[in-house]
């Protein structure tokens, strides 16, 4: 395993973390819990030292699974990461009830990274008004909380923003060859790195989707490269080949991905990749842009948009329905990210208001508005609004009975019996 280094602290954390996100489920349904924590019991036997969770994943399961495995002496063994759910958050006093519960409910006294989870405009404005940054300060001083970083799915301008507004030690972006220019991007990789601020990288693989089941003509480039690498592994590679790169997230629940991971990373240095490599990686980016349904740079040169609308990210979910049709999640993340569900407010393709603003500026000279039709007509369908409200009352529900069935279960684990 190679490890690399906290530009402001010293803190060593191996190239590859264990995201537990995405956990193996049994076959008649459910997580597989004891599965889950012999995977990572067996990556940290490995060399992995740095796992990711947040209350969103697995509405709350996650944290406490989590807990669990880092039971037998493995929490001494690794940082642990989660998040303040800014959705959850309406007063300074919540901050403290929320973080209080995820030290109980991962059985720690602190969180070595924690981060304000999924910042946008809107969400980084609230929580600054209602005294984030202190509260930040506050659990740093009194030893909750070592690390302070935040996770982000907006643009580069209010990335830069929120990193130029306090003391970050880390923060979380999406990144992976096609993600090059959308969100944070390069820009704010190299931003971040150059305040000396450590990155973990998220969805390296677009949540697995440039593993696996590639498009036949992009696996067709893959073959035809003079070294031989799974898709997974060119896509790990080349986020690894960034220097300003801490850690790499991976949502690990197959063995066989763990094993090939751990692999590669014994060996994924920055700029490790040779001008051959990165040809071979140009290829396939370029087949899936010949595979776009919307040729959209992500250049962001529309927006704002007066309505709300989040045009680029709308056109990567589209896209994403013709590169990995296979793909049922992609639906759904598109109604919690852009319906507004966690992170942000509303930003999908039906809020368009069609004052053609956005038009008269794309570079591409795509017809947007059309477009956005078509987005709208195959990712939300009719009564968005009202699944919106469900979404948020039924996730709203799940993580409150989660708190409940946890409190419940920790007072029958072993841990707080007297010994
Ligand atoms: S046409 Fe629609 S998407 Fe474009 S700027 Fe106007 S409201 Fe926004
Ligand atoms: S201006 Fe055009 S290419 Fe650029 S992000 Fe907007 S839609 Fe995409």
Redesign the pocket.
């Known amino acids: 395993m190679l490890y690399r280094t906290v530009p402001k602290t010293g803190d060593k954390l191996s190239v590859l973390g264990f995201g537990y996100m995405r956990l193996p489920k049994k076959e008649a349904g459910g997580i597989d819990e004891d599965r889950a924590i012999r995977q990572l019991r067996y990556a940290i036997d490995h060399g992995v030292n740095y796992v990711d969770t947040a209350p969103i994943y697995h509405f709350g399961k996650s944290e406490l699974i989590l807990g669990r495995a880092l039971d037998d002496g493995y929490r001494e063994k690794v940082r642990l990461a989660t998040k303040l759910p800014p959705w959850s958050v309406f007063s300074r006093a919540d901050m403290d009830r929320i973080l209080a519960e995820q030290l109980e409910k991962l059985g720690t006294d602190h969180i070595d990274y924690y981060l304000l989870h999924s910042l946008g405009k809107e969400s980084w404005d609230k929580l600054l008004r209602l005294g984030a940054l202190e509260f930040l300060d506050m659990a740093k001083k009194d030893g909750r909380i070592t690390n302070a970083g935040f996770s982000f799915h907006s643009n580069t301008d209010t990335f830069k923003e929120i990193i130029d507004a306090y003391n970050w030690d880390f923060c979380q972006i999406q990144f992976n060859y096609l993600d090059e220019h959308n969100q944070a991007g390069i820009v704010g990789l190299e931003y971040a790195a150059s305040k000396k601020i450590a990155v973990m990288v998220m969805e390296p693989l677009r949540g697995g989707n440039l593993a696996g089941h590639v498009p036949d003509d992009v696996q067709k480039c893959f073959d035809a490269a003079p070294v031989k690498r799974s898709a997974a592994e060119w896509g790990l590679r080349w986020v690894w080949n960034h220097p300003g790169v801490t850690v790499v997230l991976s949502g690990m629940n197959e063995e066989a991905h763990i094993e090939e991971n751990l692999r590669v990373a014994e060996t994924a240095l920055p700029d490790s990749l040779t001008e051959a490599d990165l040809a071979v990686l140009e290829q396939a980016r370029q087949t899936y842009r010949r595979l776009m349904k919307v040729d959209c740079t992500g250049c962001r040169y ?1 927006m704002p ?3 709300g ?1 989040n ?1 680029p990210e709308c056109f990567a979910f589209y896209n994403n329905t013709a590169f990995f049709p296979h793909n049922r999640e992609n639906r759904m993340l598109y109604i919690i990210r852009l319906g507004g569900i966690i992170g942000d407010v509303p930003s999908y393709a039906g ?9 008269r500026i794309c570079p591409q000279h795509i017809p ?2 059309q477009r ?1 039709k078509e987005v709208s007509e195959t990712l939300e369908g009719r009564g968005m609004g009202a699944r919106r409200f469900v979404m948020k009352g039924v996730m709203g529900g799940a993580l409150r009975l989660q708190n409940i069935l946890g409190k419940i279960k920790r007072m029958f684990s072993p841990r707080n019996k007297a010994p």
């Open positions: 529309c948009c007066p309505a609308v045009i809020l368009c208001k069609h004052c053609g603003k956005c038009e947007i508005q956005l």
